[in-house]
């Protein structure tokens, strides 16, 4: 039986990128979103506007690296660069431009709040399509470890190493008192003794002993005064903004609690809060920027036993929310400590547009949605023209009062 046969590497061939990508192809999605973005007004910083240095790189071609990698779930800059030089869809998407994982990085960090501003727009287009339903959602929360070490401390077994509270500061204050006094006792008994070279080399290392010990003493007397000085009930010393929070069955973990509302239509995501307190009075302020979010004024909310608690379900009937949650058998929950951290924002960021532009293209498919972005994008491209008509033609401050008036 023959055998088929593949075109031989070193043949020359005439060839476009356009051929290589197919019209239904997501990657025309994600070039259409982002050319109907400005992303200026979003806040992105802009490089390469001025006449000196190298020149920049487009942050409208990092913008679209970075939601293929949404869609492709590539979390690295390392990784997103060596699929610049390897991806034929990129190459495509980005003009057969190759930044560095640097640069990668960095368009991450300094845009941290603009791309915010992008899950916003992506739900805007999602709300003018009638995908959300904007009457009932689900508020849940997922727990995420922080960075911060579990290892064994002497006699207290596993220990969550860079966290503390008053108790475990006071606990391991007690336990450096109590090998003082022991190391005290063995001076003493060496005072007893005729001194020789053995006796100074036990006191040298008594000595050092001693002195470690206190050193670690001033750290948990720093510990405790902060945590007198401060409303905080816990402090991390490596996450700063990470808490200890119960994951199940008495396990409690360091990390962050990230609240998200979906809309029951088509389970896309309306929008989501980093937190690092439990779920207990995280249900009213979840209503809020759900329907904020979705534009309605009143909606209806799902949730799990979690967010069971007298006070928060009282402040929801007072706002006139209608509420659905499991009864909760435990009694006595304490309020936790709300914080952020702009690197786990990020995470959530990816978590939920990812989610949301893998929704919208299954629920309407890729040509549809192009449509409706091109069309989007013209009439952007009109406006775009009429100004610089305007402009010439004098008009130049009518047309500022009219576009404020249109942005208002």
């Not at 019209?23 to 400005?38: E, G």
Request: aromatic fraction near 10%; proline fraction near 2%.
């Amino acid at each position: 039986m023959p055998q088929i046969e593949g075109t031989s590497r070193h043949q020359m061939q005439i060839f476009a990128l356009e051929q290589a990508i197919a019209a239904d192809n997501p990657v025309r999605v994600i070039d259409a979103f982002v050319s109907t973005l400005s992303l200026e007004k979003l806040g992105f910083l802009i490089k390469g506007e001025g006449d000196e240095g190298r020149p920049a790189y487009a942050a409208e071609m990092l913008l679209r690296l970075y939601l293929y990698g949404y869609l492709n779930r590539i979390r690295s800059s390392r990784q997103l660069e060596k699929a610049c030089r390897r991806n034929i869809e990129l190459w495509w998407l980005l003009n057969y431009q190759h930044p560095s994982y640097k640069v990668i990085a960095d368009f991450r960090k300094d845009n941290a709040r603009a791309l915010r501003g992008v899950f916003r727009q992506l739900n805007q287009l999602c709300l003018d399509m009638d995908l959300f339903g904007r009457e009932l959602v689900a508020v849940d929360g997922s727990k995420f470890r922080a960075q911060n070490s579990n290892q064994p401390s002497p006699g207290f077994g596993w220990q969550r190493k860079n966290n503390y509270n008053a108790a475990k500061v006071e606990r391991h204050m007690k336990y450096i008192d109590k090998k003082l006094e022991e190391y005290f006792e063995a001076a003493d008994k060496l005072d007893e003794e005729e001194q020789g070279e053995e006796q100074a080399e036990a006191w040298e290392a008594l000595s050092g002993r001693v002195e470690e010990l206190l050193e670690r003493r001033g750290k948990y007397e720093d510990l405790e005064k902060r945590l007198e000085q401060s409303e905080e009930r816990q402090i991390s010393t490596t996450d700063k903004d990470a808490r200890a929070l119960p994951l199940h069955m008495g396990i409690v973990e360091v990390g962050y609690n990230i609240q998200t509302a979906t809309d029951d239509k088509h389970c896309l995501i309306a929008d989501y809060e980093v937190t690092n307190e439990k779920d207990d009075y995280a249900l009213a302020k979840m209503y809020r920027r759900a329907k904020s979010a979705l534009s309605v004024k009143e909606l209806e909310v799902l949730a799990d036993k979690g967010y069971h608690t007298g006070e928060e379900l009282k402040n929801c009937g007072e706002e006139g929310i209608t509420t659905y949650v499991l009864l909760h058998a435990a009694e006595g929950q304490r309020e936790g400590v709300r914080g952020v951290r702009a690197d786990l924002h990020e995470l959530c960021r990816r978590h939920a547009m990812w989610h949301n532009f893998r929704r919208v293209l299954s629920i309407i498919g890729v040509t549809a949605l192009l449509e409706r972005l091109e069309g989007l994008f013209f009439s952007i491209s009109r406006l775009s023209a009429w100004r610089v008509g305007l402009r010439a033609a004098g008009s130049g401050r009518w047309y500022g009062a009219l576009w404020a008036g249109r942005q208002g």
